[in-house]
């Protein structure tokens, strides 16, 4: 069984930083690609950031030069390192991963960015 906990969500004021956490519970995780998705109020979920087994990254055009993901694969963890935060970052931020063709979500941590 997989499970995945984000942690580190929070309020900040444009210009600010956050820092995501997501630790994966399971048998899976140095050879799986993790993504973060988020989702705004009355808006549809959409992928911020990727990053492979190999460590390969990808982002969403809208952050890139402003979030960084990473992973420590012997701790089982990713992480979203969230600078130069805007009001538009505003949503319930949620770690993803696919294992087996079984897509897991974890709960989601807020991320409030006022202006």
């Known amino acids: 069984q997989v499970r995945l906990v984000e942690s580190g969500g929070g309020s900040v004021q444009a210009g600010g930083s956050l820092r995501l956490s997501c630790v994966v519970a399971g048998t899976m995780f140095s050879g799986n690609t993790m993504n973060w998705y988020r989702q705004a109020p009355g808006k549809q979920r959409e992928l911020v950031a990727t990053i492979t087994g190999t460590y390969n990254t990808n982002y969403k055009d809208s952050v890139k030069g402003r979030f960084t993901i990473s992973r420590n694969n012997a701790k089982k963890t990713v992480h979203l390192q969230m600078s130069s935060l805007k009001p538009e970052d505003t949503a319930v931020y949620y770690c993803?991963?696919?294992?087996?063709?079984?897509?897991?979500w974890g709960q989601g941590t807020q991320v409030t960015v006022s202006s």
């Open positions: 993803h991963t696919v294992h087996y063709g079984v897509a897991y």
